[in-house]
């Protein structure tokens, strides 16, 4: 999965003070707020916000997440996410993510979350248009 | 305030790994995290847990939060949290935290938060008796 | 405290889905971050970043934090933030935040940090002329 | 991968208010820190704590991170996470991860993390006899 393979500018982002830890870089939970972060830019420039899906009913549910650490990035560290759709079937996708360092665009880690949508009373439903 | 203020018996909490900071100790926002499960407990004590509180209709919205940092504490650090009433309203009340170090009984921060007591459509209203 | 009284422009940002929580809107302490992200632009500003500062042995360790929430603010919502000094002595400075919608204008929280500057012992030094 | 695969008693925790999100349960993110916990736990059941291992230069460094979803749980909840090795070489360890709700021994999620034992300076280095 090179650069080249994500049709999407990433989203941009700089490492937050409280994201890292003791170990003096960022913690590896803060990546599931990056690409959470990633995936509502993603979903903006489809055409409708996933608040607006929220409202309408259509919950996107984390059923998988993935992610390999490949270098360490610090606070203040500005990076770049790439977000693109893995596979889809009627009523999950599962999404990519590639971050990479702003400055070198060297590989920091690679991702993916794999999203059911559900209703507001947890039934699985067709993803909407937009996905 | 001298821990012997403090009626209650203290909720007790290990610092975790992700709670800390690149500073090397426990980043100030993790104390947010710690009031608020000390508060939990708090009201647990009282006989009606907070969620069962908001799944009648009664949510303790934080008007004001205040922490003052004394000490640093660290990672796998236990620490103790005391927890009293420091002001009641009819619908707000302002609680008051100690937190010490287990081992060494050593004062690392106090705080306080107020909340007022809102329905689901944000409407002030009486706080329930357990408080 | 009137966003006149701020000099320089403010802190945009976005609600993140992971800063909500139950009550279904953002988190009262996601407003540390937010507060801590805004406090990194402004010192950017001042010709040396915190990075640097830390790097070159001067931490700015939180002293005293205090918010106050005016007004709910929901995932995806763009707020400012804009950050001023309020008191400064050799050694600490006290910041000051407003929290705006970025939509509306309207305000919905404001709060302060205090911050010592230590050595990486936790000496108590004289804070860096940029500030 | 049943319980009874599992031969450490499992760590217990109660899902904190602010580790929900505005879909009402947990956020998947919030079991970055409770696997975290548990491993923190089921270390120092192995005689060296992880903290003093750092302490020592052995840092155990999150490599991969993959959680599963199963069934939502929400703030209070009680919860049990079972730990066990899945694979070791000299250099890394894979931990596994079953989380259960305390109340009806339901599957809420599973997942791993693989840990690379490396110096201050980020080179692989052997891990410590307690692993």
Known sequence: MATGDFVDPPHRLRVRYCETDRMGVAHHGSYVAWFEEARTEWLRRRGKTYRQM??????????????????????DDEILIFTRVQERTKVAVTLEYRVERADTGGLAATGSTRLACVSR????QRLPPEI
């Open 121 to 124: 009373d947890g039934r699985l």
């Open 54 to 75: 929220e409202d309408e009913g259509a919950l996107l549910q984390v059923v998988d997440f993935a992610a390999s650490y490949k270098r360490p990035i610090d606070y």
